[in-house]
């Protein structure tokens, strides 16, 4: 996964960033380079996003881009920007400015039990009744991207794929200071509280769930599976629109459209996309061997729908 690149002199800082947190990469093929920097946590901690910003005079709309688990750091961030950024660079056609992110792994059902954040104070210093989880860290990244200038503060995005789309619920649930957001392929099992069947089970190494071989194709199979109450109470607070894509073929389709069921059930403004692709991930076409993008149709449809959806919700940019 190693990433070589050189940086490039920046023509000034980024105004609103910290001095020292962020420094220019070049992005392979593209005139538009990544502006990767450090945002702080609400501990202190940094975790890195890769900044790009479209032609143009700003404020810009901003899409933040997450996929799967955490972890990584720079280095896996890096690897997104140079290998999966195909649909970064449709946004930034379109006017929008964008960011992959980086954020800590996800903690075996750490949302599940540990409950709510609550930050206090001892001996001066901060006190927090838990430690921070992954989808803490977006919320991080979206509170210090409203205070940059040449970003609309009042226009931000967020699209998440897999483990990504499950933390776009977990994050509207609790936070209202996102103005639209994707859910693709939203690997919700622990947000629903599901209880899975034998298609799971404990790795016996590690004494964790493994459900990397669960199936929940079906909606009905789900939906008797999962933690009504909980769930609809954990989805009555968000305000957010949320658009829900599947994948037909997907393992995990029953979980992708209960989410979205639910949503409508509890009038939310949610809305429902599914795809008939081979590929889990598919809103994020890769480089082909030959190092060149070379996403088919369907992806193609997926992410022009996805901007489509940004422009319905957020506002058309001023891109042609």
């Known amino acids: 996964m190693n990433v070589q690149t050189q940086p490039i002199p920046a023509e000034e800082p980024l105004p609103g960033v910290p001095a020292g947190l962020s420094f220019v990469e070049p992005v392979r093929g593209s005139d538009i380079p990544v502006h990767i920097t450090l945002v702080e946590a609400i501990d202190g901690m940094y975790v890195p996003i890769g900044l790009r910003l479209p032609k143009g005079e700003g404020p810009f709309p901003l899409v933040l881009f997450a996929s799967g688990n955490g972890g990584g750091g720079i280095e896996l961030l890096r690897w997104f920007t140079q290998n999966r950024s195909w649909a970064q660079e449709e946004f930034l056609k379109a006017g929008y400015a964008v960011a992959w992110m980086r954020y800590r792994a996800e903690v075996d059902y750490a949302y599940d039990k540990l409950g709510k954040l609550v930050e206090d104070r001892r001996q001066g210093r901060q006190l927090l009744s838990r430690g921070p989880l992954e ?13 940059l200038p040449f970003i609309d503060a009042d226009r931000i995005g967020y699209m998440g794929s ?9 994050i509207a649930s609790e936070y209202s200071g996102i103005h639209a957001m994707i859910a693709s392929e939203p690997a919700a099992h622990e947000f629903l509280r599901l209880r899975p069947d034998e298609t799971a089970g404990i790795n016996p190494e590690t004494g964790l769930l493994n459900v990397e071989r669960m199936l929940m194709r079906e909606a009905e199979k789900v939906r008797p599976r999962i933690t009504e109450e909980t769930a609809r109470a954990r989805m009555s607070t968000i305000d957010t629109p949320i658009l829900v894509q599947g994948r037909d073929r997907d393992e ?13 059930e509890l009038g939310k403004d949610a809305e429902w996309a599914t795809y008939d692709h081979d590929l889990h991930g598919y809103v994020y076409p890769a480089r082909e061997p030959d190092g060149e993008y070379a996403p088919d ?12 959806f940004f422009n319905r919700k957020l506002g058309r940019t001023g891109a042609p």
């Not at 989808?135 to 205070?147: L, M, N, P, Q, T």
């Not at 149709?297 to 489509?308: C, M, N, Q, T, W």
Request: some cysteine.
């Open 162 to 170: 897999s483990h990504g789309g499950e933390m776009a619920l977990k």
């Open 297 to 308: 149709a369907l992806a193609r449809r997926a992410v022009a729908d996805s901007i489509a």
């Open 135 to 147: 989808y803490e860290d977006v919320i991080s990244v979206v509170e210090f991207a409203k205070g």
């Open 252 to 264: 995990l389709q029953g979980i992708f459209r209960v989410c979205y069921e639910m949503l409508a």
